[in-house]
């Protein structure tokens, strides 16, 4: 019976911070990651809900069940169009071609709410980038962006805090051999060599 009542009252915690949440403007895009496409923004956010809450703009932190969501605010791209597609890059800084590297793509049409999100699971680490290409009616006006991000690769930040850890770890352990062989350490090391 505990049990229970504890995870109602989880449950009314839970759908009390989101609706004060919503009520203070909090919305997906946390930070903000805008699609450049030529003199309008989309905005754009990456998402693994079933290993954490974050909200990611150009690294996810691992492969698997992913979710993006793009958000278009601006009326006349609201009337557009739109193909989206989600493309596999060869590195950081690559170009990948909107029709050879196709690893998703949705059905070009309109969404009048301006808002689209969609699932992926991806399969390998690597480097992608979001294609979006957002046309009028009759092709006359177009407007095209590209969002390069990452999946399942370690960032710079955590490359460093893995040489720093190690470089620490290994400073430490010598400072300590060091302090044990000159006998200068606060507690003795027992000797099993010797019969007790």
Known sequence: MKKLLLGAALL????????????????YYDPECPVALGEKSMKFVAMQPKKNIDRECVTL???????????AGDSEL?????DIRV????????QPDPDADVVAK????????????????????????????????????SYE???????GLMTDEEFYLYIGFGIFALVAGGVAFTMWRQGKL??????FSKPS
Do not use: C
């Open 61 to 71: 932190p691992d492969t698997g069940p992913s979710v993006i969501v793009l958000d």
């Open 106 to 141: 949705l059905p070009v049409q309109k969404f009048p709410n301006g808002m689209v999100n969609f699932d992926h699971n991806f399969k390998e680490p690597g480097y992608y980038v979001l294609y979006a290409k957002l046309s009028s009616d009759n092709g006359a006006k």
């Open 145 to 151: 962006g590209r969002h390069p991000f990452s999946v």
């Open 12 to 27: 009314m915690g839970a759908a009390g911070l989101s609706s004060s949440a919503q009520a203070a403007g909090w919305h």
């Open 87 to 94: 493309l596999k890059a060869k590195g950081p800084e690559a």
């Open 78 to 82: 609201r009337d557009m169009k739109w």
């Open 186 to 191: 606060f507690f003795k090391i027992p000797d």
